[in-house]
T-cell receptor, first 111, second 117 residues
């Protein structure tokens, strides 16, 4: 079955880069997403990447995809205290199918 | 991006009562809506898939008589939690999917926090 795995916690110092890793098992995944969730709030789509891409950069965010290893990472450059949140990796087969989420990585940024 | 709203954002109800949560796509036609549930400090679990004008498809372990889903129009789906109990307390999030050009795109609502006392 489908499965998405992430490490549960990551702690970084303000100004450093954060790298959150994710692995998935479904080779037919077409869309791979990163969502941010702050306490008590809903999901905020940060970025997504198609499976035929290997990198996408958007300001401080860089997504790397290794399709062969089914490994996805999110790099946040110059991490700020406002980046403290839970980050969910998710995959779907298309824009019209449900997302399968990882358990989320809690990022703590130390000032 | 497109906007999906949920109403109410928070609701507290007594055990045994029913609660209806609305999910609306505000600026696009959502042929499919998904309902997810998030337990505290846990990931999102898909509850059901709802296609406009047809019965919802429920995931294994989700009671269809307890979680009634209606998708009567291309912009509205509702989730009714019937005879709610404290264990139904959770964060319920919908997502709406529709055609944007030649491909489908999916957007999430802000979620509804249900507390059953």
């Amino acid at each position: 079955g489908e499965d998405v795995e992430q490490s549960l916690f990551l702690s970084v110092r303000e100004g450093d880069s954060s790298v959150i890793n994710c692995t998935y098992t479904d080779s037919s995944s077409t869309y791979l997403y990163w969502y941010k969730q702050e306490p008590g709030a809903g999901l905020q789509l940060l970025t997504y990447i198609f499976s035929n891409m290997d990198m996408k950069q958007d300001q401080r965010l860089t997504v790397l995809l290794n399709k062969k290893d089914k490994h996805l990472s999110l790099r946040i450059a110059d991490t700020q205290t406002g980046d403290s949140a839970i980050y969910f990796c998710a995959e779907s087969k298309s824009g019209n199918t449900p997302l399968v989420f990882g358990k989320g990585t809690r990022l703590s940024v130390i000032a | 991006g497109a906007v999906v709203s949920q109403h109410p954002s928070r609701v507290i109800c007594k055990s045994g009562t029913s609660v209806k949560i609305e999910c609306r796509s505000l600026d696009f036609q959502a042929t499919t809506m998904f309902w997810y549930r998030q337990f505290p400090k846990k990931s999102l679990m898909l509850m059901a898939t709802s296609n406009e004008g047809s019965k919802a498809t429920y995931e294994q372990g989700v009671e269809k008589d307890k979680f009634l889903i209606n998708h009567a129009s291309l912009t509205l789906s509702t989730l009714t939690v019937t005879s709610a109990h404290p264990e139904d307390s959770s964060f319920y999030i919908c997502s709406a999917s529709g055609l944007a050009g030649s491909s489908y795109e999916q957007y999430f609502g802000p979620g509804t926090r249900l507390t059953v006392t």
